[in-house]
């Protein structure tokens, strides 16, 4: 069974740094591009980034292009997240999602707040 | 970015008649491979999303033969043909052609 579980959400004040990470089980995580979608609260579902499993191609969407970095750990089968430079328009919830043409599996998804 | 919208943003249906969500995409979707990278997605209340339709009319496992996609270019519907209780919640379209990848609004489904 494929399993997606997100941590590392929390509250940070903006201009503040997270780091959520996503651990993958139950599947080749070697043979999938992976990605992370968001949804601020109340509001529809907006794709953030991908990385291929490699680690050789990257895709942001321009409002976090610079602020932050996808990266995967083949060996622990884990995604990961770095987020700098928070803004309170980042608030959601991020979902850590398989694929990135059409995602196959979710997460549970884990909240951040960037509050002061 | 390609746009996708969504049509009707909220839709009460009868249970046991069908219901139909359209998508537009402002850009065609017809990837250089020859797909057609168009997936339809449920969120039921409280839940993560669920993906149901992926390349305009295949459905995942588990997913009822009552849904069901069509469409191709830029204009792409998901009908339901029988609304059960169960198939109350948010669904959004999602184009996976261009980067960056880009959802619709959702559309609301409830019960009258």
């Known amino acids: 069974e494929v399993q997606l579980l997100e941590s590392g959400g929390g509250l940070v004040q903006p201009g503040g740094s997270l780091r959520l990470s996503c651990a993958a089980s139950?599947?080749?995580?070697?043979?999938?591009?992976m990605s992370w979608v968001r949804q601020a609260p109340g509001k529809g579902l907006e794709w953030v980034a991908s990385?291929?499993?490699?680690?050789?191609?990257?895709f942001y969407v321009d409002s976090v292009k610079g602020r932050f970095v996808v990266s995967s750990d083949n060996t622990k089968n884990s995604l990961y997240l770095e987020m700098n430079s928070l803004r309170a328009e980042d608030t959601a919830v991020y979902y850590c999602v398989r694929g990135y043409s059409g995602p196959s599996h979710w997460g549970q998804g884990t909240l951040v707040t960037v509050s002061s | 970015d390609v746009v996708m919208t969504q049509s009707p943003l909220s839709l009460p249906v009868t249970l046991g008649q069908p219901a139909s969500i359209s998508c537009r995409s402002s850009q065609s979707l017809v990837y250089s491979d020859g797909n057609t990278y168009l997936n339809w997605f449920l969120q039921r209340p409280g839940q993560s999303p669920r993906r149901l339709i992926y390349?305009?009319?295949n459905r995942d496992s588990g997913v009822p033969d009552r849904f069901s996609g069509s469409g191709s270019g830029s204009d792409f519907t998901l009908k339901i043909s029988r609304v059960e209780a169960e198939d109350v919640g948010v669904y959004y379209c999602?184009?996976?052609?261009?980067?960056?990848?880009?959802f619709g609004q959702g559309t609301k489904v409830e019960i009258k």
């Open positions: 139950g599947f080749s995580f070697t043979t999938y591009w």
């Open positions: 990385v291929k499993q490699d680690g050789s191609e990257r």
């Open positions: 390349k305009v009319s």
């Open positions: 999602m184009q996976g052609t261009h980067w960056p990848r880009t």
